[in-house]
């Protein structure tokens, strides 16, 4: 079946201890990018990738890394999290900047709480 | 710059009754546009798409949506609302230039509650 897959689903941790959520999808794309979700804000986009080894910042980046080794995987790392991070998490892939589709496939989803 | 402002953040109907979503979008280029659902609890599911073709589009679920340059519109609509159809809604542009090629940009939603 082809998914986004995220881990874990729902995280509590406190201010300054580092963590990292997972993304990975099985459909060979291109393209991956993380969102985070607020209340009356919509999604917002973190990171994106382009593809392996090619990332770029999107609208809200500080406080987050992210990294493309491979192609199905797109880590997003909070080296030092703090509770303004505290929000639900998506993954999305699609296959890529030519594709004309442009249907974005998102992962179920990570709520993260910071205290 | 592309930009997509959706008009209501609540909208409440009675089950049985037409629904309607604004969503205005403001880009230079001839956009490519979404409509995104999310029910409680779940991730984004693709309702439907605009991408040049026909300008009355329709998705999933009874919805359908019609693109209209004149007003920078893209609203989405359905005939007669269903107790299932409670849910957010985002209206999405697609941006179309330059290193950001292919980034979306979501609007911050309009919740859909439905009445008995």
């Known amino acids: 079946e082809a998914q986004v897959t995220q881990n874990p689903r729902y995280l509590i941790t406190v201010t300054g201890k580092k963590l990292t959520v997972t993304c990975s999808q099985n459909?060979?794309?291109?393209?991956m990018s993380w969102y985070r979700q607020d209340p009356g804000l919509g999604l917002r986009q973190i990171y994106y990738?382009?593809?392996?080894?090619?990332?770029d910042k999107g609208d809200v980046p500080e406080g987050y890394k992210v990294s493309r080794k491979e192609k199905r995987n797109f880590p997003l790392i909070l080296e030092s999290p703090s509770p303004n991070q505290t929000s639900l998490y998506f993954c999305?892939?699609?296959?890529?900047?030519?594709?004309?589709?442009?249907?974005?496939?998102f992962g179920p989803g990570t709520r993260l709480t910071v205290t | 710059a592309q930009s997509v402002t959706q008009l209501d953040s609540h909208v409440s109907v009675s089950e049985g009754t037409p629904v309607l979503l604004r969503c205005n979008y403001s880009?230079?280029?001839?956009?490519?546009l979404f409509w995104y659902v999310q029910h409680p609890n779940k991730g984004l599911q693709l309702l439907l798409k605009?991408?040049?073709?026909?300008?009355l589009v329709k998705g999933i679920n009874g919805f359908e949506a019609e693109f209209k340059k004149s007003e920078t519109s893209f609203h989405l609509t359905k005939p007669s609302a269903h107790m299932s159809d409670a849910a957010e809604y985002f209206c999405?542009?697609?941006?179309?230039?330059?290193?950001?090629?292919?980034?979306?940009?979501f609007g911050k939603g309009t919740k859909l509650s439905v009445k008995p």
């Open positions: 999305a892939s699609r296959p890529g900047p030519g594709h004309a589709a442009y249907e974005q496939y």
């Open positions: 459909m060979n794309h291109e393209y």
């Open positions: 990738s382009m593809n392996v080894e090619v990332t």
């Open positions: 880009s230079s280029y001839s956009p490519s």
């Open positions: 605009y991408t040049s073709a026909a300008t």
């Open positions: 999405v542009v697609l941006l179309g230039y330059g290193g950001s090629q292919g980034n979306l940009i």
